[in-house]
């Protein structure tokens, strides 16, 4: 065997792979560009016929699906078989001794196009074949040569008989619209056929780069040195997210760099202890792999700038202590979700992005990426994941970006490993940017506000993906920052260390989630019950599932009117959180009354099924006298209600006549409301105003960090600092004269950014 057809087979469970080193080759190893692999690659699978991958090495991987495979192994298989028939096309079969002087040189172009041809150009032996066919055809008929007739037959019979059987292909069956006026030799229809997954030495993921065949491009922006394109593609309603990252368009200089600088750090595997804290963990690694990196380019007397080195040092974190592609992805921030499902190597990563809702993508992680995620989340989380404990829950963090992971693995999941990566964003939600986004309107805003301040128990509930957690963590900025705060969560996914970061006296608990089993870690009960042992706070819990949920109603009870109380439940309505309170996690019905709000976000669907938004569709309030049945004993009271006409929230007779029991308890604690539903209302409206000028100004500047969670806060900070003067001065909170002041600071803040 040649040097260059040398190759390996390889057994992957029930898979046969082709691996062929091309190191040695002088092309690169392109089936839909170079007809010598093809060539090459064709003598292979007709020695090896049960391929179901094929695999070029050569700095990178070219992987070439079971598809692909197996459709050039069908045109191997037909040249085998033309071979062992060479009866069908020998010299004697078709008489060239006696019909050469007619036939011309007809024969030998015929076998130059079977046994060379074939292999590195098959469509373009199968046009050239039916252009034979078509000339033989036309001789026949047109000169009438009874002494050619003869052989000419024989020959028309051979064509039809190769030509039947390549028909019969699916390579020639995808490219038939694509042959008229081709030309043999070229390569455009291969390039519409076949395309690889290419995998550098260093990574494990694999990534099709090629655009997408008749793809419509809807959409290209940045992120982290990557471009991402959005295709709409024929053969699908979901559309393709293509990622092009930096690690794919390295030199050959700088691959060889990285590729050198991983194989001398992968000797460290970080230990357990560098694990506790990955953000000095990832410090540490970055500064070492710059120096490692500078040090290697200057003993290859290679120049690099100061800008290509530190993305060469992003590449090579993400591909030692990382997570290699889904770094990226989690650091758009359109992306919502990222799942990956199993068996790995076959499936493409899927995500859901703000615009275009659920899309594939061109990246396709492999097994072995698989199960080095899985140890980097066992030390991260301090958590199992083996047979005895086959789900994990956890969170990352990198820079720019959070997100909660969820794993599955066997015996749960027979087929392997598979991941679920819930992103977060880097900064803290807003009621503001929530308005922006449309998830709600300025007047819910300021009524959220008006409850928050007014310390009452609230649950956040919805369907999964409805942005539960983010809107409580956005209610959670409504806090004032001169209040402590505990949050309780099993993964932490609450902005709790943001939050601190903005001045925040805050407290995060992590408790164990209640899907593991045999972990050292504090129940979530016992969490919930422990605060109330930490003094004056108060509480955020980030989602009741289970058991904690009487402790979660003993803590409301027990902080009635003293502090806020709030938590995210599944549930799509308020009676269906009731029905899961009561029902499913046995809180007795006298303690579900301690829940004040109920503020339901869900998924809109549009009318074609295709794109769906963010809503909160209602803001309920439970009243206290009822003993059974609150829907049926006129227990929950709307205060605002999602109208799908106008697409928001909009108030309820109960809101606007002021027969909201919760609002005049809390009024009944302020001396300039007690009674008066008339300052109640004008003070939700100035939340409302105040909130909305916000976004309004954020939109007129396009100054967005004007909706972020630093700017918010210190505009409620201002709020309550006037609030006070206000009253002070007048004796009365004048809303008038609050909106007035609090918008002549805004000018003075903003005057001030723009002299930075």
Request: proline letters at 4%; glycine letters at 6%; hydrophobic letters at 40%.
């Amino acid at each position: 065997m040649a040097e260059e057809n040398k190759y390996d087979i390889i057994q992957e469970g029930e898979e046969t792979v082709l691996h062929v080193s091309a190191e040695n080759w002088l092309t690169v190893p392109s089936l839909e560009d170079d007809p010598i692999t093809m060539s090459r690659t064709m003598d292979m699978l007709a020695e090896v016929n049960n391929a179901t991958r094929i695999v070029f090495s050569q700095k990178r991987d070219y992987e070439y699906d079971f598809p692909q495979t197996r459709m050039l192994a069908e045109i191997a298989l037909l040249y085998n078989k033309i071979i062992k028939e060479r009866d069908v096309i020998s010299y004697q079969q078709l008489d060239i001794e006696r019909g050469e002087r007619f036939l011309g040189t007809t024969y030998a172009k015929l076998k130059n196009i079977l046994f060379t041809t074939m292999k590195s150009d098959p469509l373009g032996c199968y046009v050239e074949l039916n252009r034979m066919l078509r000339e033989e055809k036309t001789a026949l008929e047109k000169f009438q040569d009874i002494r050619a007739a003869p052989f000419q037959h024989k020959l028309i019979k051979v064509l039809i008989y190769i030509l039947g059987l390549m028909d019969k292909t699916r390579l020639i069956l995808l490219a038939k619209p694509y042959l008229p006026g081709y030309k043999a030799g070229t390569r455009d229809v291969y390039k519409k056929i076949f395309s690889p997954a290419i995998k550098p030495d260093f990574m494990y993921t694999k990534l099709m780069a090629a655009y997408p065949i008749e793809g419509e491009e809807l959409d290209s922006y940045s992120v982290e040195n990557s471009e991402v394109t959005i295709f709409k593609t024929p053969d699908t309603i979901q559309y393709l997210y293509h990622l092009n990252p930096p690690e794919f368009k390295l030199s050959e200089e700088q691959y060889e760099l990285v590729d050198m600088a991983r194989k001398i750090m992968a000797e460290h595997q970080p230990g357990k202890e560098e694990f506790t804290d990955p953000e000095r963990m990832r410090q540490v690694f970055y500064n070492v792999g710059k120096d490692l990196l500078e040090e290697l380019a200057h003993f290859r007397n290679v120049k690099i700038s100061d800008e290509d080195l530190a993305m060469l040092t992003q590449i090579l974190v993400r591909y030692t202590i990382g997570f290699g592609l889904i770094e990226i992805l989690l650091s758009d921030d359109k992306i919502q979700d990222v799942t990956i499902n199993s068996p790995m190597g076959h499936i493409p990563v899927f995500v859901v992005h703000s615009e275009f809702g659920e899309c594939r993508t061109n990246i396709i992680p492999t097994p072995a990426e698989a199960e080095s995620w899985a140890s980097k989340l066992r030390l991260i989380s301090a958590r199992p994941l083996d047979e005895a404990n086959p789900i994990l829950d956890t969170e990352i963090e990198f820079p720019g970006s959070r997100a909660r992971v969820g794993v599955i693995a066997p015996p749960l999941n027979p087929s392997g490993l598979a991941y679920a990566f819930r992103r977060h964003r880097d900064k803290p939600w807003t009621l503001p940017l929530f308005i922006k986004n449309k998830m709600l309107n300025s007047l819910a805003a300021g009524l959220l506000s008006f409850i928050i301040d007014g310390n009452r128990t609230l649950l956040v509930a919805g369907t999964r993906s409805s942005g539960k957690t983010s809107l409580l963590g956005a209610t959670l900025a409504e806090i004032l920052r001169k209040y402590r705060v505990i949050t309780i969560e099993d993964t932490l996914e609450l902005p709790g260390k943001a939050l601190r970061e903005l001045g925040y006296n805050i407290q995060q608990m992590k408790v164990a989630s209640a899907l593991s089993k045999g972990t050292s870690e504090v129940s979530a009960d016992e969490g919930i019950r422990t605060t109330l042992r930490l003094g004056d706070s108060a509480l955020f819990v980030g989602e009741i599932r289970s058991v904690e949920a009487k402790a979660l109603y003993e803590a409301m009870r027990v902080g009635a009117l003293a502090n806020v109380v709030a938590g995210t439940i599944h549930g799509d309505s308020p009676y269906g959180v009731f029905d899961r309170v009561v029902n499913d996690l046995e809180v007795p019905r006298t303690s579900f009354k301690a829940t004040d709000i109920i503020v339901v976000a869900n998924p809109i669907r549009s009318a074609d099924g295709l794109h769906k938004w963010r809503r909160v569709t209602s803001i309920t309030e439970v009243r206290k006298v009822w003993t059974e049945d609150p829907l049926l004993e006129h227990g929950f009271v709307e205060l605002m209600k999602y109208d799908p006409e106008t697409d928001q929230l909009v108030p309820t007779d109960a809101l606007i006549n002021g027969e909201s029991e919760i609002l005049k308890s809390i009024a009944g604690n302020v001396k300039e409301w007690a009674g008066d539903w008339d300052a109640v209302w004008n003070n939700i409206e100035l939340r409302a105003k105040i909130k909305q000028a916000l976004v309004d100004l954020a939109e007129k500047t396009k100054d967005y960090e004007l909706l972020e969670a630093e700017f918010s806060i210190l505009s409620n900070d201002e709020y309550h600092k006037i609030s006070e003067e206000v009253k002070e001065e007048f004796g009365e909170l004048d809303s008038k004269q609050i909106l007035f002041r609090w918008q002549e600071w805004l000018k003075t803040a903003l005057k001030k950014r723009e002299n930075k």
